[in-house]
């Protein structure tokens, strides 16, 4: 009971609609006595409408017989409105039918007419008690909703650096055998990028273009496991020396695997042991020939080679972008998903923006 009376002591506005100006002064001195209680009066419906348009009160005491509008149609009006549904309505009525279709209509509380002056005035407190209630269930809601807006953002914004902190990792961790081979952390942000884009471009979802993302930098990590004196070597390799060379994929593979719940080594896994298979079968270390080569290997392996060719290695200069493309399109039918390769022949500019953005 202390909230009530907490809750009645600020100021409170009750709206009395009546035609006849003794009842208005009626309910008017009712609450004299209660100075926290402010009372706005309308002797017709469209004055009562017109006064909630300016003034939303938050109790209305209504006549149903008026003339012009009567209580009925206010009624109708106010409980079809969003901004004035909730308010608490008793309807004043000597007859039982009147006052039954006022409660189907949506009127909360009744008091018949001729009314008695303390029953009229109870009902209207616990009807500004319910009143009271909304409005402060409704406040609450809307701190919540506000709390979880903030806390949903600043959720995102911890994701978001987490994620960002996880990307890095997995650069400087694809850096560790790059660097071996004399390769740059940009050869692996560019592969990073042109892979999710080409998968964007294939259709991929957006969950498979940033699984892409993050698993392409760790495609060439098993080299850690390949001795300096064959990855390092200027010269061609000795046929045994490049079956070393291709042990990269099966050793990146076991570095890789991981419990199937972690999606990113997953994907690191297939695309390392992968990335060398070709289209035709001539790959390495398992032959795959075609779709049974993954989607994600197939998308990477392009992406590689393109960078690797465009790009300074130990063994020879970069290549031009049209020397690369021309050499590319040559072994299309025997190396490439020939889908793929066209999505990004046809897309090179985009491809090129990339490269220009994460020079070495």
């Not at 009750?14 to 008017?28: F, G, H, P, T, Y």
């Not at 990792?169 to 560019?190: A, N, P, V």
């Amino acid at each position: 009971m202390v909230i009530y009376h907490k809750m009645i002591e600020e100021i409170s506005k009750i709206l009395a609609v009546d035609d006849e100006e003794i009842n208005l002064e009626l309910i008017s001195a009712v609450f004299s006595d209660s100075p926290e209680i402010i009372i706005l009066t309308a002797s017709n419906g469209k004055e009562a409408l017109e006064i909630v348009k300016k003034n939303i009160p938050d109790v209305i005491v209504l006549d149903i017989r008026m003339p012009k509008m009567d209580g009925i149609q206010v009624l109708e009006i106010l409980k079809s409105k969003p901004e004035t549904s909730h308010i608490p309505v008793v309807v004043l009525s000597g007859d039982e039918k009147e006052r039954k279709r006022a409660l189907k209509t949506g009127a909360n509380d009744f008091v018949s007419k001729p009314f008695d002056a303390e029953e009229l005035k109870l009902r209207i407190i616990n009807n500004l008690h319910v009143k009271k209630y909304h409005d402060l269930i409704k406040n609450l809601n809307e701190i919540l909703k506000n709390e979880v807006k903030k806390k949903t953002k600043e959720l995102i914004e911890a994701l978001e650096a987490a994620r960002e902190a996880e990307y890095e990792m997995i650069i400087k961790l694809g850096m560790i055998s790059e660097f071996r081979d004399e390769e740059t952390g940009q050869h692996i942000r560019r592969l990073s990028y042109y892979s999710k884009l080409l998968a964007q471009f294939a259709g991929l979802s957006e969950t498979e273009q940033n699984i892409i993302f993050y698993a392409s930098p760790l495609h060439d990590v098993g080299k850690i496991g390949i001795p300096d004196n064959i990855l390092k070597k200027k010269g061609p390799l000795t046929p045994q020396e490049f079956e070393i060379i291709k042990l990269h994929t099966v050793i990146g593979g076991k570095i890789l695997e991981a419990h199937p719940r972690f999606t990113t080594l997953q994907a690191a896994r297939i695309i390392a042991e992968q990335h060398h298979e070709k289209w035709d079968g001539s790959g390495y270390p398992r032959g795959l020939k075609g779709e049974k080569i993954h989607i994600y290997a197939r998308i990477v392996t392009i992406c590689d080679v393109f960078d690797a060719m465009t790009s300074d290695r130990i063994y020879r200069p970069a290549m031009s972008v049209e020397q690369a493309i021309n050499i590319i399109k040559n072994e299309e039918r025997k190396n490439f998903d020939p889908r793929l390769l066209n999505i990004f022949l046809n897309n090179l500019d985009k491809f090129l923006e990339i490269k220009e953005t994460f020079k070495d």
